[in-house]
């Protein structure tokens, strides 16, 4: 399997990413749950208050870095991406799909939370992948 085709299969199995954001001149990084859909490998889905920091931060600078939160510990592959984030068009229901692969409960409150949530995706064209100690390759996606 190549890195590219790994990648996909990496992102597809990940629940979770440390998204860092920076806005005046300060970074911050959260753990985000998302939606990943192999068929659009190069943009990934997560929501977020409306009213929140983050999507304060991000209509500031949309510029973003994302390394996926591995799902078990003893994996030997390393991933990072920058894009830029911004809201999204897609459907609330397709979200609440998309994040229901993994987490199915959080998934059935979502249409529920829909009103107050800020719908955000991340587009990007490369990613950074290594495994193990090997130095990483860019990908393009």
Same mark, same amino acid.
């Given at each position: 399997? #190549? /890195?590219? %085709?790994?990648?996909?299969? +990496?992102?597809?199995?990940?629940? =979770?990413?440390?998204? $860092?954001?920076?806005?005046?001149?300060?970074?911050?990084?959260?753990?985000?749950?998302?939606?990943? #859909? /192999?068929? %659009?490998?190069?943009?990934? +889905?997560?929501?977020?208050?409306? =009213?929140?920091?983050? $999507?304060?931060?991000?209509?500031?600078?949309?510029?973003?870095?994302?390394?996926?939160?591995?799902?078990?510990?003893?994996?030997?592959?390393?991933?990072?991406?920058?894009?830029?984030?911004?809201?999204?068009?897609?459907?609330?229901?397709?979200?609440?799909?998309?994040?229901?692969?993994?987490?199915?409960?959080?998934?059935?409150?979502?249409?529920?939370?829909?009103?107050?949530?800020?719908?955000?995706?991340?587009?990007?064209?490369?990613?950074?992948?290594?495994?193990?100690?090997?130095?990483?390759?860019?990908?393009?996606?």
């Amino acid at each position: 399997m #190549d /890195k590219r %085709e790994l990648f996909i299969k +990496y992102m597809e199995e990940t629940t =979770n990413i440390a998204l $860092a954001t920076c806005s005046d001149g300060a970074a911050n990084v959260r753990i985000v749950s998302i939606g990943f #859909d /192999k068929e %659009e490998p190069g943009v990934l +889905y997560f929501l977020t208050d409306a =009213n929140s920091k983050k $999507a304060a931060e991000l209509a500031k600078n949309p510029e973003v870095v994302f390394v996926p939160v591995p799902d078990k510990p003893d994996t030997d592959i390393s991933i990072r991406v920058w894009g830029k984030a911004s809201t999204s068009d897609i459907t609330i229901e397709r979200i609440a799909e998309l994040i229901g692969r993994h987490l199915p409960e959080f998934a059935k409150y979502i249409p529920q939370m829909a009103p107050g949530l800020a719908l955000f995706e991340i587009r990007y064209k490369t990613a950074q992948v290594s495994l193990g100690m090997d130095s990483p390759d860019t990908i393009t996606l």
